[in-house]
């Protein structure tokens, strides 16, 4: 008779206990949670319909019964055209299956190492005391990871918003995967492209500046430029409405001290709802900008831009005046870096600081801020209403490469890493894999990889 433990690693047991978990999630999805009733892809949809179809402009329009309109610069009206084209229904089923390729994309690319770290194979004792070689399944962490990530509440709500925040997130990491793989020529165009949709990703051309891919940054900032000058020329008026108007109208998106809004100036509108010190704000983005500065380039040091990229989203969060909950999903990469670099240490520090990431992770899951959606004034809103905000300053703090976490916890003088061999060197960098995991690696100015470790 088999033991319940062989019943549950078995391939029947897996697909069943996967099954199960993808049900569950769907049923908790479709109950328990806020559904916003596709409100953003509404505006979209609402404000395209009436350009096109009505001669209307951009940012004038409102969706009815709201005082909520189109506040993306012009290019994002450009994008989304084809919208006119579409029935409402169909407009909806096209905003998610893109958020789901999205998803699907970032998993593979940002869960994958934390996933190979944890199903690599593994020896066993057989029935005869000889030592077994077991490979486990990656299907199935990817299962789990998937249902966690469906929870977390920026994108739950980002699905049901009907937002474009995991397609900016997507092209973001696409230019960080090619400079992770050693393609860095080519990276610039989808942070290029996604700053001129929204502009929160900008920060990343500033990234790319401040580590020394000056080459990158100008491919961004050309085709963010290129972007821009393209909807000027479809809708000059519209362009001159954002730029000079519509963009510097914070009313426009919203009360900057309403608890949804989860960064620095959030945080200073609620203490101060009347007048917010401008003056502060300043202080506290420039001091997060420092610190910014000083671990992406750490990260880049260690041969890591997706902890680089994933500080410079936590970052863009913190600084932006507007960041709502379902815009942390830039926080998705952080929480994921962190998982994989707390696998990397040893196991007597693993546990403890897996226990860490779990409870992070149920915070963000909570929506405990909307507790003081209606008095968020007062010591207990000044902790609970900005819990978000407190997270995302810790993550830009702890995350860390988990290369640097493996070196850590190696014995002394096992500086590299074993198995890690130069595979292409680019714009002064090698870039080597090790683990499974594509890194990057300063290499000197000649074009000398010097030594694979």
Known sequence: MRRPRSILTGTGGLVALAALLVVATAVFLATVPLHRGFFDVGVYYGTVNDWIHHDGRIYDYLRPGTHYGFTYPPFAAVVMLPMALVSWHVAIAISTVLSVLASALLLRWLAGPAVRRLVGPRVASGRDGEPVRRERRPWFVFVVAGCLFALFEPVRDTFSF??????????????????????????????????????????????????????????????????????????????????????????????????????????????????????????????????????????????????????????????????????????????????????????????????????????LCSSVVWLWRWDSTGPDAFLGANIYVWITLGLLF??????????????????????????????????TRSAGVWRRRAVDPSGDPGSSG
């Open 162 to 363: 009907g937002q474009v925040n995991l397609l900016l997130v997507a092209l973001v990491f696409a230019d960080a995967r090619l400079l992770a793989t050693g393609r860095g020529r080519y990276a610039g165009i989808g942070i290029g492209l996604a700053t001129a949709i929204k502009l929160t990703p900008a920060l990343f051309i500033g990234y790319l500046l401040v580590t020394g891919r000056r080459r990158q940054a100008a491919v961004a900032t050309g085709t963010a430029g290129a972007a821009t000058l393209l909807a000027a020329l479809v809708d000059p008026g519209a362009s001159r409405a954002f730029w000079t108007g519509a963009l510097w109208d914070t009313d426009r998106v919203g009360s900057l001290s309403y608890v949804s809004n989860q960064s620095l100036q959030g945080v200073l509108a609620r203490l101060q709802p009347e007048h917010p010190s401008r003056l502060v704000w300043l202080v506290c983005v420039l001091a997060v900008l420092a610190v910014w500065v000083y671990r992406s380039r750490a990260a880049v040091r260690d041969g890591d831009d997706r902890t680089g990229f994933a500080l410079t989203g936590l970052a863009a969060c913190l600084v932006s005046p507007v960041t709502w909950v379902h815009h942390l999903v830039w926080l998705v990469p952080a929480l994921l870096v962190l998982t994989d670099s707390v696998l990397s240490r040893n196991p007597g520090e693993r546990r403890r600081s897996l226990a860490v990431c779990a409870a992070l992770y149920v915070v």
């Open 398 to 431: 702890v995350v860390a490469s988990p290369e640097r976490s493996a070196r850590s916890a190696a014995a002394p003088g096992a500086g590299r890493v074993p198995g890690a061999t130069a595979a292409v060197v680019t714009d002064g960098v090698a870039a």
